[in-house]
């Protein structure tokens, strides 16, 4: 078998690169970052979704983003918006995916993993620059080159399988591999129990997502 890194936040896009992983014959080691966000229930979730789906280990890696701030998923004093709006919202997180990405590739290194699966999407998301292809383009030729596996002829892959798929398309998916959604969280403000708010637009996309799916929505909400 060959092997994953996965990295996964307990959410709904990450479970689903995670399942579809294990589809494709991984081994996965999962990676998850307690970063400073507003909630840890996603923490829980992603325990619970590396766990169920039968990940060789899961790894909690500890950040201090939340001392940068500049995100309203870091900076309690940015109100999470309940409305949609132009640009990139205040829910970016400065350079969260670079360093998440850089951090799974030096355990890639350690597992001898030939991949590394990340949820990013480039069709129902935010705006986050750092989910858009030409960013992941861009690390993975820093991947070629500034890792031994690179050098020596044999680059850890930046595997996307979801950018270019609707939440409707992923939701299916993943129902087709026997993902349960039900263990995932996805509000950037759920609270301890991992009930989301319902109103953020991270809960927007995803109650959209499972509605054009036709497929019942396990989230519980506030």
């Known amino acids: 078998m060959n092997t994953a ?31 400073g966000q507003r909630t840890r229930s996603e923490l829980d979730a992603a325990a619970r979704v590396s766990r169920t789906l039968g990940a060789e280990s899961h ?12 995100s309203a998923l870091t900076d309690h ?4 918006p309940e409305e949609g709006g132009e640009g990139i919202p205040v829910t970016y997180v ?28 480039a069709v129902d998301y935010s705006g986050y620059p750092d989910c858009r292809p ?33 939440k409707a398309d ?14 995932t969280v996805s509000c950037y403000q759920a609270d301890a129990d991992g009930r989301a708010c319902g109103r953020c637009d991270s809960c927007r996309l995803r109650r959209q997502g499972f509605e054009e799916a036709l497929i019942k929505d396990p989230t519980i909400y506030q």
């Not at 996965?6 to 014959?25: F, M, P, W, Y």
């Not at 790894?59 to 201090?64: D, F, K, S």
């Not at 998440?100 to 990013?120: R, T």
């Not at 020596?152 to 950018?163: F, R, V």
């Open 134 to 166: 030409e960013f992941i383009d861009a690390f993975q030729t820093l991947a070629g080159l500034a890792t031994k596996a690179g050098v020596e002829g044999h680059p850890i892959e930046i595997a996307t399988p979801l950018m270019h798929l609707s």
């Open 94 to 121: 400065p350079a969260r995916n670079t360093v998440f990405l850089s951090l799974a590739l030096g355990l890639a290194e350690v597992v001898d993993a030939s991949a590394i699966y990340i949820g990013v999407n």
């Open 5 to 35: 890194v996965v990295l996964l936040s307990g959410g709904l896009d990450s479970a689903t690169c995670l399942a579809i992983a294990r589809h494709q014959g991984y081994r996965c080691h999962t990676i998850a970052f307690d970063y």
């Open 77 to 80: 004093a940015i109100e999470v």
């Open 59 to 70: 790894r909690v890696i500890e950040l201090g983003l939340g001392s940068i701030g500049g």
């Open 170 to 183: 992923i939701i299916r998916r993943g129902t087709e591999l026997g993902l349960d959604y039900g263990l």
